[in-house]
């Protein structure tokens, strides 16, 4: 899937009863993040990164498991790892 990163998001909390949203991440997408999410990135410095899909008219954000450097990338990218919806009451 493509995504872009969301600029501006950090401000965004993790909802009520998840640590982060890594945490957020992997108690919805029932699994646990060993690696960052984009295509043939292994870094291990995650965090849980709010994308939003690159092409297409869906808008919504979503959570994905990236390392610290990807989630700072610019412009669109590949990642392997599901994308959990970011609950829409933010």
Not at 11 to 29: F, R
Not at 74 to 82: L, P, Q, Y
């Amino acid at each position: 899937m493509m995504v872009k990163n969301v600029n501006g998001s950090s401000k965004w909390s993790a909802p009520s009863g998840y640590s982060s949203w890594l945490d957020y991440w992997e108690q919805n997408a029932h699994q646990k993040a060993y690696y960052c999410g984009a295509s043939g990135c292994y870094g291990t410095d995650l965090v849980g990164a709010h994308v939003k899909k690159a092409y297409g008219t869906d808008e919504r954000c979503y959570i994905t498991p990236l390392c610290k450097k990807c989630n700072q990338k610019d412009g669109a990218f590949e990642v392997s790892s599901k994308l959990v919806p970011v609950p829409s009451n933010l």
